[in-house]
């Protein structure tokens, strides 16, 4: 199935949803998941992406929410397929993860030798209760 890019940024660039019914089509499939939309933006943008869309304007939201969909676009046909969407949120959450590990490298690694020892592990996550 294709969805056309223009439901999806016209979905998500009105700026912060309030209320579920904001983001949902009329008649279309409700489905469970957490409350609130910042899992939503979080999956969709990644984390610190999603941090930086909550302080835009919703003029300012809509036009780099249509890059984004540009990108998301691979085959440039002017519609999102769902393959598409699955790539885009596994690349984005895979981003998060690299991330998440470089940063918190330097809090394990406490000789800098390029590697963590059960040591340094122990160390780093349990610190002066061992």
Aim: zero cysteines; glycine letters at 6%.
């Amino acid at each position: 199935k294709a969805l056309p890019a223009l439901l999806l940024l016209a979905a998500g660039a009105l700026g912060k949803p309030t209320a579920r019914q904001e983001r949902a089509r009329p008649g279309a499939a409700q489905h469970e998941d957490r409350p609130g939309f910042q899992y939503d933006h979080e999956a969709f943008l990644g984390k610190e992406e999603a941090r930086s869309f909550d302080q835009l304007s919703p003029e300012e939201s809509r036009e780099r929410l249509g890059k984004i969909v540009d990108r998301i676009d691979d085959n440039k046909d002017g519609y999102i397929t769902t393959e598409e969407l699955k790539t885009w949120i596994k690349r984005v959450q895979k981003r998060y993860i690299y991330e998440n590990v470089a940063k918190v490298w330097k809090d394990y690694d406490l000789n800098k030798d390029d590697k963590i020892a059960w040591e340094e592990y122990k160390r780093a996550t349990y610190g002066y209760y061992l």
